[in-house]
């Protein structure tokens, strides 16, 4: 089953890079990477990309624990001068229950990034967010 979201903070935009991965947490260093190397590739200061590596593996750990056996990991990025966001997104058959925002991936990924969103319904789970590099995070 292919995952068909996540684009809550683009609607209609087309994603600049999209990478769909299995939804394995084996690979989320391989997403970590990515976006740490796109983050670069608009001049994000180095402690804001290490803060981007940490929040999108927050933003794994949330996803991935409702994804379908054998499901994908879908990943769009959306590079904007002097912005950078990630939307990650599985499919789940089984029920999807809400964002857990008391958890401690919710809280450590909203004191990172500027902005985090979590979407739960029509069989996807999704998380986005976005890092203008020196703004506090959401949780702040």
Not at 126 to 137: A, D, Y
Request: hydrophobic share 45%; with cysteine; proline share 8%.
């Amino acid at each position: 089953m292919s995952v068909t979201g996540p684009a809550p903070d683009h609607p209609g935009d087309r994603a600049d890079v999209e990478l769909r991965l299995p939804a394995d947490g084996a690979y989320v260093s391989v997403l970590r990477t990515t976006t740490a190397g796109l983050a670069a590739r608009l001049d994000f200061p180095i402690d804001d990309i290490e803060d981007l590596r940490i929040a999108v593996g927050e933003a794994s750990a949330m996803v991935l624990p409702e994804a379908d056996p054998e499901g994908d990991l879908l990943c769009r990025f959306y590079l904007r001068p002097g912005e950078l966001t990630v939307a990650l997104g599985v499919t789940s058959t089984s029920a999807i229950p809400a964002p857990d925002y008391d958890s401690f991936a919710w809280q450590v990924l909203t004191t990172l990034a500027t902005s985090a969103e979590a979407t739960a319904g029509d069989g996807v789970f999704s998380v986005s967010l976005t890092m203008v590099p020196g703004h506090l995070g959401a949780g702040l």
